[in-house]
């Protein structure tokens, strides 16, 4: 699968974004090494706490099914925003634990697109090598 391809269905998750307090949507395919793409929504709660991102929707669906971060080919992260989407700081940490760190992350806002990698969004990483006392 092409990037543009991969890109294109995460613009089709945004679709299904759930946004009514910041109107900022926001959709995301990972697809996995065997072909099967995995789509996740920013869902907005009034307690913002309780919001969940895009990416994490796409990658938590793809480990409920039994994915891991070995099995994963590539993410891709769109918005309706002026600017290409990049992870907040909690997906960031989540998806260095949870995504490889050399795996393709395609950002975009349907005028620009950035390839770039979690290893290169977060560098220094807090990970269970930290935690191996």
């Known amino acids: 699968m092409q990037k543009e391809d991969l890109i294109k269905e995460a613009f089709i998750a945004m679709d299904n974004a759930y946004a009514p307090y910041s109107n900022y949507h926001v959709g995301a395919a990972l697809l996995c090494k065997d072909g099967r793409i995995f789509h996740g929504a920013n869902v907005e709660n ?3 706490g309780g919001t969940n ?10 480990y409920s099914e039994g994915y891991r971060k070995d099995t994963i080919e590539a993410l891709a992260i769109v918005s309706d925003g ?42 220094f990483q807090f990970s269970e090598e930290d935690l191996d006392k």
């Open 82 to 123: 002026n600017r290409v989407a990049a992870p907040c700081g909690i997906c960031r940490q989540v998806l260095s634990e949870l995504i490889c760190g050399d795996t393709p992350i395609y950002l975009s806002n349907g005028k620009e697109t950035v390839i770039s990698s979690i290893d290169e969004l977060l560098p």
């Open 53 to 62: 991102c895009a990416e994490r929707s796409a990658v938590f669906a793809a």
């Open 46 to 48: 009034a307690s913002f």
